[in-house]
T-cell receptor
Framework: AQSVAQPEDQVNVAEGNPLTVKCTYSVSGNPYLFWYVQYPNRGLQFLLKYITGDNLVKGSYGFEAEFNKSQTSFHLKKPSALVSDSALYFCAVRDLRSGNTGKLIFGQGTTLQVKP | ETGVTQTPRHLVMGMTNKKSLKCEQHLGHNAMYWYKQSAKKPLELMFVYNFKEQTENNSVPSRFSPECPNSSHLFLHLHTLQPEDSALYLC?????????????FGEGSRLTVL
C-alpha cells in the first residue's frame, strides 16, 4: 500500500539557518511526490513536486526538495529560513492505484517554527 | 488566489440544521475533491469526482451528501451533523490525465457543529 510518513511533528529553527523537513514514502513503482504548505486558517498551497529527472527539485518561496530513491525520502529544504516560513507542511504521494487522477495520500504534517 | 473558491469560509450550525458548502474552480479542471481536516489528524479524503461522476466515497457517513452538477462546481450538503464533524473542509481540483496529478486547494470552510 502507498504511504507517506513525516517523522517530526514539529521542527524548530532560528531565522537565517538552514531548515529541513523530513518525509519518507512507500509506493509501488515510481513515486510522484509533492510538498504543500498550510498557513493558519488557510487551505493548502502547492510548493513543489517530483515526477522524474533531476533529484533536486526547486519550488516556491526558495524551497527545494531532494528525492533519494535508495532511502525512499523526499526531504524539504531551504538554505535560510524566514520567520514567515512558519507554517504546517505536508508531504504527499500520488496514489498510483487511482490511475491518472490526482488523488494524493498525505503525511500527517510537520509544524515548522522559525524563531527570530 | 488558487483558482478554487469555497463558501462560506465559516459556518456554525446546530445538529438539526441543513446547510451546504460550495466550491467553484476556475482552472478548467475535470476532477474535484472534498477533504476533511480535523485537529491532530491527517487529511481525510471524503469524495472524488471525475468528469462529474463520483468515483470514490471513503466510507463517509450519509449525513454528508456531495453534489457535482458540472465540472466547475462541487457541493457538500450537510444534515443532522454531530459535534465531531466540526472541522475544516477543503475542496480541491486537478486535471485528470495530468501525469503529475497535483491538487489545487481552496481556502477551506471552517465548520462548527453545536
Amino acid at each position: 500500500a502507498q504511504s507517506v510518513a513525516q517523522p517530526e511533528d514539529q521542527v524548530n529553527v532560528a531565522e537565517g539557518n538552514p531548515l529541513t523537513v523530513k518525509c519518507t514514502y512507500s509506493v509501488s513503482g515510481n513515486p510522484y511526490l509533492f510538498w504543500y504548505v498550510q498557513y493558519p486558517n488557510r487551505g493548502l498551497q502547492f510548493l513543489l513536486k517530483y515526477i522524474t529527472g533531476d533529484n533536486l527539485v526547486k519550488g516556491s518561496y526558495g524551497f527545494e526538495a531532494e528525492f533519494n530513491k535508495s532511502q525512499t525520502s523526499f526531504h524539504l529544504k531551504k538554505p535560510s529560513a524566514l520567520v514567515s516560513d512558519s507554517a504546517l507542511y505536508f508531504c504527499a504521494v500520488r496514489d498510483l492505484r487511482s490511475g491518472n487522477t490526482g488523488k494524493l495520500i498525505f503525511g500527517q504534517g510537520t509544524t515548522l517554527q522559525v524563531k527570530p | 488566489e488558487t483558482g478554487v473558491t469555497q463558501t462560506p469560509r465559516h459556518l456554525v450550525m446546530g445538529m438539526t440544521n441543513k446547510k451546504s458548502l460550495k466550491c467553484e474552480q476556475h482552472l478548467g479542471h475535470n476532477a474535484m475533491y472534498w477533504y476533511k481536516q480535523s485537529a491532530k489528524k491527517p487529511l481525510e479524503l471524503m469524495f472524488v469526482y471525475n468528469f462529474k461522476e463520483q468515483t470514490e466515497n471513503n466510507s463517509v457517513p450519509s449525513r454528508f451528501s456531495p453534489e457535482c452538477p458540472n465540472s466547475s462546481h462541487l457541493f457538500l450538503h450537510l444534515h443532522t451533523l454531530q459535534p465531531e464533524d466540526s472541522a475544516l473542509y477543503l475542496c480541491a481540483s486537478s486535471q485528470e490525465g495530468n501525469e503529475a496529478g497535483e491538487l489545487f486547494f481552496g481556502e477551506g470552510s471552517r465548520l462548527t457543529v453545536l
